[in-house]
């Protein structure tokens, strides 16, 4: 037994995060926690580019303790296995125009109300029109507001019947307010020029606080057209489309169609439990992972290739072979390289409509899917001997990251064994089980913090990583003055200095620097709606999932303690979602505090101090 | 478009400097109608520098935002627009410091930049978000 106490510091190699515990282990074994310390892990987890994460987090956590990294007894990492998640979109529905045939988008300020149907006429061509069946009058660009109102006013004048006009700019209001004959003026159509003249069209603006009734009724259209019944099928997927806008034009052309189609995206091949089973991807998430399900375990996965899940799941599995693949042939099996578990998301892309006129969106159904590839072979011994050598310190391989993080969790006052933790990190969700006996098992599943923050992000059209980001981490709010907000919640905080005219009437993430704006049309609720339902999508999911693998008999009923950690554990809204789905099932759960102070982090780390004093001699 | 009655209709209130261009006051005022938020003129004559010395170069920033800020001030909307004699414009609200306007353009802005500025006035009073 050495006659000093020991200072060791375990480090928690993460997809994300690099995790560091410093402690001293005194020869009776017990163990004084000294500090801590965490930092973005460098390279893709489980390669020896982790040593400059391993080597920064270690000197953080001396430094917080006052200590030399000469004193260090020995470095002690987790065996990681490298996992690393991908993910992927495909898009299974998509609306097409083929000819223009309708004006969907929904301009902020319409002018006048009502519905008026006519043949389609340019305003140049207005004044050589005699009287006679009631026409639609379209304004190329470049025309002013007062220039239209008398053309229209002169032509209404001679008796020629205009029920509705159609604008480039944005000049509804205006026009409508000088128009002699009060008529429904939809504007802001930047392809105005594509707008076939000499058509039959109808033109609806709906009143204030109201939504269109007629375009956007199939037997509307049918009877604004005199459809027979086989035309009324086809168009309605224009009705579809134009639900719940303010305003919208119909353009009868002979070829117009809209078509709304399911685009063939191929099949997800899933090999598990002795049998191959094929599903294809357009029958959404619920019976993709019902075939997972079946194939538990799953022993690997392939895309159809030429899709984007089939192009995904062949890049993480490359990627994989290149890291573990590096130096050769190392003594003993060859590598194997498998996709172990998918998750599949249904959602939403907002996609511009191919043949509208006016930059319309429409959303189109998506399956998002996370993929998780792991290989029989760890590196981490590689990782080890390049630590040993830039600290000069013994670098020793302590347990599995699952085993080592229950450990950790068990520092958390009022937990007891047996327990199951909840890793909730960026690519995957991971749980492991300690029972009375001390036998533990762990399981990664795909999907976590990423996905949420990609659904975000696609289902608010953001393209923005950062902004979905901010959105999914922190509560929103919208401003209502140039000094206050009201908050998620309904409550309201005041501001002493004004604020900027850029985020006035915005939703808004409200970051220590002040409010950030969300690029978005759509009001708070929405957005949050999105925020939470992505949470739950991912979370909820995966904790049923990934503790249905390590629970007794796969039966939730039979845990206890459940403790959330991992970065995602953080979150403000997750942690509950989680607790109020396990609630049913009799779990006490709850957030993780790993030594009655680090809150979800450094469970690994401090696991992995912990058992190595166990073992010590 | 007359101020004989001030306290008759909510309207954001458009200050202009004697000389103000027409083209510019007109589509300010139609920024603001297309969003359906009436305006109410009022010639304010003023020590401006143009007038001073008969040149026609603009009193300044300083003069355009302190006049946007005495507009708003005088509107039930809190709203307030400038327009300074050779076209230099401002948008403010009451309630912010004098020295802080909405929005300012320069003599050398486009029809789009005088639209924006009555939208912009008239989004303020609409709690609108303004771009
Ligand atoms: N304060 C926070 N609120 C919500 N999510 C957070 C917060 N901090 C980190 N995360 C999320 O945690 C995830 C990373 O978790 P982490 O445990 O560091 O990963 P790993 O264990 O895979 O290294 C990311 O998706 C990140 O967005
Ligand atoms: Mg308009």
Redesign the pocket.
Known sequence: MPDRARLVVGVDI????TEACLAAVAPDRTVSYLGTDLTR?TGVKGTPDNTDGVLTAVRGALRRAGRAAAELDAVLLNEATPVISGLAMETITETIITESTMIGHNPATPGGQGLGVGTTVSLTELDEIDPGPPVVCVVPHGWDFEDIASTVNAAVGRGVDVVAAVLAGDDAVLVANRLTRPVPVVDEVAAVEKVPLGMLAAVEVAAAGYTIRTLSNTYGLATVFGLDPDQTRHVSPVARALTGNRSAVVVRTPSGDVTDRRIPVGTLELRGSGKTLRVDLATGAEEIMDAVARAQPLEDAHGEPGTHVGGMLAQVRDTMADVVGQDGEEAGSPVEIAINDVLAVDTFVPAEVRGGLAGEMHLENAVALAAMVSTSRSRMRSVAERVAEELGVATLIGGVEGKMAVRGALTTPGVDRPVAVL?L????TDAAELDREGRDTAVHVAG???LV?KLIDSELALDDREVA?NI??SPLAKVESFFHVRHEDGTVQFFDEPLPSHVFARVVTLAPEGPTPIPTRHGLDHVRQIRREAKRRVFVVNAVRALRQVAAGGNLRTLDFVVLL???A???EIPEMIADALAGYGIVCGTGNVLGTEGPRNAVASGLVAAHAAAAP | MTHSDPGSRPAVVVHVRPGAPERVLREICAGAEEEGVPTRVVTVPGRSAGEQDGSMRSTGEHDVTALAHAAAASSRLDVGIAVDAVGAAAVHHGKLPAQRPVTTVETDATVADWRRVGRTAARIVKGLPLS
């Not at chain 1, 993460?14 to 995060?17: C, E, F, K, L, V």
């Not at chain 1, 990190?425 to 995957?428: A, K, L, M, P, T």
């Open positions: 993460g997809n994300s995060t892990t890793d990190g960026g690519g995957s976590a913090g990423e923050t980001e999914k981490r991992g970065g995602s953080l979150d403000f």
